[in-house]
């Protein structure tokens, strides 16, 4: 399995980021991809989960109605996919490196539930994050 996070950076409050994650090396149709942050001195913070077999998605209180979670794969069956996190309206609490992870099978049902039992348990393979900064 491997997870690339690219597209973090400096950017001012009330912006906008793109961050991407190419993974590869799992069946993606099968698995949940997840994103996670981890503030300076704070534990890790799950942020949201998409399901690649139907693009079911997840997300925390806090970014909900501001970052998206959406990939080009779904239900697909590519050796590489990409997901992306698109976050809007940022604020200095935003600021974290923040992890592309992946782990898998998710149940055919309730797959909600699943993203949301995977998103606090956290997941089985993690990238090495790439770090986004708010300033205020």
């Known amino acids: 399995v491997q997870l690339v996070e690219s597209g973090g950076g400096l950017v001012q409050a009330g912006g906008s980021l793109r961050l991407s994650c190419a993974a590869s090396g799992f069946p993606f149709g099968n698995y949940a991809v997840g994103w996670y942050r981890q503030a300076p001195g704070k534990e890790h913070e799950a942020v949201a989960c998409i399901a690649g077999g139907d693009g079911s998605t997840v997300y925390s209180d806090s970014v909900k109605g501001r970052f998206t979670i959406s990939s080009d794969s779904i239900s697909s069956d590519n050796a590489k996919v990409t997901v992306w996190l698109q976050m809007n309206n940022l604020k200095p609490e935003d600021t974290a490196v923040y992890y592309c992870?992946?782990?898998?099978?998710?149940?055919?049902?309730?797959?909600?539930?699943?993203?949301?039992?995977?998103?606090?348990?956290?997941?089985?393979?993690w990238g090495k994050g790439t770090p986004v900064t708010v300033s205020a």
């Open positions: 992870a992946t782990d898998g099978p998710i149940p055919p049902h309730h797959i909600t539930q699943a993203l949301s039992i995977m998103m606090r348990n956290g997941m089985e393979h």
